[in-house]
């Protein structure tokens, strides 16, 4: 499918086209297409297909060669300050007495000390951002727990989207400050839920797993759950809240959209081709 822009008023008529190569733009670049096809298939298979739609900035780094530079000085003449009174000091003869000082010049352009090459380069890494905008991720049905009660995400009155994270990533969301403890929890309690995996961590309740064969219990569980007041509620795994804010998007509803292959009336999930086809 490829996004139609049509006006609905004459004052739309001008920005309709921008606006639908705009739409092109995005889907292409965040390859929607193939999020699409993957959702579309939970759909067929298993009735409900979910796409999450999230605010992204993909970027990478490459390295360029620089040139080096340094400040373009100048030699000026300033008074000889008295370190006792802070007043200028005085020859002889009465008149203040000046030093000649090297002191970088400024660009009256930018108001900052002016640079120029020094004939030297270096190799730096530079950040390449190359897409910012929306971005549609396909859920499995499996990773998403609805309000059993609701019959679409307009009603439901909370949604919980699992996701499985490498110990890395949480780290990293730990740095940014994106994650974090709760005021009253302990520093030390908080670090090692971070570095400790899910399985690991149900292992030691004694609940079972945690045996590190498998992919998944070498990574964090994360639940993010959307409440229908506004709040958004991040848990690592399955034990400490790292996470609590409103919700970041003007409309106000949750992030998801959900693509039915045959409706049920009155619930959320529908039914799939396999299950018409037994």
Not at 172 to 190: I, P, T
Not at 229 to 253: C, E, F, S, W
Request: charged share 30%; proline share 7%.
């Amino acid at each position: 499918p490829m996004p139609i822009v049509l006006p609905v008023e004459e004052d739309d008529v001008e920005g309709a086209p921008d606006m639908e190569e705009m739409l092109v733009w995005s889907t292409e670049q965040s390859k929607l297409y193939l999020e699409l096809l993957k959702t579309g298939y939970y759909a067929l298979y298993y009735g409900t297909g979910i796409l999450k739609i999230t605010p992204v900035e993909e970027s990478t780094t490459r390295h360029v060669m620089v040139d080096e530079m340094e400040p373009v000085m100048s030699m000026v003449d300033e008074p000889l300050i008295d370190p006792e009174t802070q007043m200028p000091m005085m020859g002889v003869d009465g008149q203040p007495m000046f030093e000649t000082r090297e002191v970088p010049m400024i660009d009256p352009m930018t108001a900052e000390p002016a640079l120029r090459p020094t004939g030297k380069r270096r190799r730096v890494e530079e950040k390449l951002t190359y897409y910012i905008g929306p971005k549609a991720e396909a859920l499995s049905p499996f990773d998403l727990y609805v309000d059993p009660l609701c019959t679409g995400f307009e009603d439901a009155e909370y949604v919980i989207h699992r996701a499985w994270k490498s110990q890395s990533w949480v780290k990293d969301q730990v740095a940014s400050g994106y994650f974090r403890k709760l005021e009253d929890e302990d520093e030390e309690m908080f670090r090692a839920s971070v570095e400790t995996s899910s399985a690991m961590l149900t292992a030691s309740r004694g609940l079972g797993g945690g045996t590190g064969s498998g992919a998944k219990d070498k990574r964090a569980e994360i639940h993010e759950t959307w409440f229908r007041d506004g709040r958004v509620v991040t848990m690592l795994n399955k034990a400490k809240i790292v996470r609590v804010v409103k919700y970041p998007y003007q409309h106000g509803r949750m992030p998801f959209v959900r693509i039915v292959n045959k409706l049920n009336p009155g619930e959320f999930w529908g039914s799939g081709e396999v299950e018409q086809l037994e």
